[in-house]
């Protein structure tokens, strides 16, 4: 969102919200104002992600992944798959578009053929010891970085099919790992609220340790990396979300709002200036890193929002 201007223009301007209400809203990003409001009756949405193209984003669930078509006004899926047990806690798509992967309760993460027209199919399983909560794909497209409740991260190598573990801290879940878009730093938050950092090289990538964040006091739910791997975003359940310089890991802002309560999930602009967040309290806000300020608010959830996803980029 590279300034008002393009935040209010272009159909791929996109902000869409999820939560415990059993809605998605989809938002005018630069007037706070809801466009559609689509149902995901059966759960609570636990992940979503817009698709490469901008026309669909994926909502995943407990036993469920949905596609919803941004471009029309159907408040209902395009495509739902109903196939997996449990919680999906996590959903991402290749960079092309033809792939998307998976992760849940079920202790597996999944990669889905999704060019065979309406439907998805299942083509690679990972199995783990413990219930899956968070997957990143490397900008390279070769591996798969898999975050489970025991403290391990697989990293999976997909033309391999060979995986190698990573235990940053015993007894404490993987809660989020984000890869940045040079595919240079690698980031995972914990249940216990630390946040570690390795630098990666090679091929497949090979993580180097290289930072320990103390980041928050409590439970910390994500971590994303700005578009232009300046800043490092954690959120967590002690009300705020924290941005922090990738040159010094000095924390750059904290972002927090007297009722936000836990802030479960958080998407740059691509200009890597604004960030949403989306809280307990049911409001999704917009924030000037810049500044440190709130810009606007989003009301219209019911309940928690747990998921967001943002599209700002010219196609």
């Not at 924030?287 to 009301?299: I, N, S, V």
Request: charged share 20%.
């Amino acid at each position: 969102m590279s300034g008002e201007g393009s935040a209010a223009g272009g159909s791929h301007v996109v902000l869409v919200t999820g939560g415990y209400d059993h809605t998605i809203k989809l938002w005018q990003a630069h007037s706070g104002v809801c466009l559609r409001t689509m149902q995901h009756p059966d759960s609570q949405i636990n992940g979503l992600e817009i698709r490469p193209d901008g026309q669909m984003v994926a909502a995943c669930g407990y036993q469920h992944i949905r596609m919803y078509d941004l471009a029309s006004t159907n408040p209902d899926p395009v495509i739902t798959y109903e196939g997996v047990s449990k919680n999906v806690s996590r959903v991402g798509f290749s960079e092309d578009g033809k792939w998307m992967y998976t992760g849940g309760e079920d202790c597996t993460a999944k990669i889905w053929d999704i060019r065979i027209g309406r439907q998805f199919q299942c083509q690679r399983i990972f199995e783990v010891p413990a219930p899956v909560n968070a997957v990143a794909m490397h900008p390279d497209q070769t591996q798969l970085m898999v975050g489970d409740q025991s403290g391990i991260i697989h990293m999976w190598d997909l033309r391999t099919d060979q995986n190698e573990q990573l235990i940053p801290e015993a007894e404490a879940s993987i809660q989020d790992i984000a890869i940045d878009a040079e595919g240079r730093l690698m980031a995972a938050v914990n249940n216990k609220g630390s946040c570690y950092v390795w630098t990666l090289g090679g091929a497949p990538a090979r993580p180097v340790p290289h930072h320990h964040l103390a980041a928050h006091r409590k439970y910390a739910l994500r971590c994303r990396f700005s578009p232009d791997s300046t800043m490092l975003v954690t959120s967590s359940g002690d009300w705020s979300a924290r941005a922090w310089r990738t040159s010094d890991w000095g924390l750059h802002r904290e972002l927090r709002h007297d009722t936000q309560r836990w802030v479960w999930d958080c998407a740059f602009s691509i200009d890597s200036r604004y960030l949403f967040t989306g809280s307990s309290d049911s409001y999704a806000r917009l924030w000037d890193l810049e500044k440190g300020t709130l810009e606007r608010e989003y009301c219209g959830h019911q309940k928690p929002i747990t998921a967001l996803a943002f599209r700002d980029q010219a196609l």
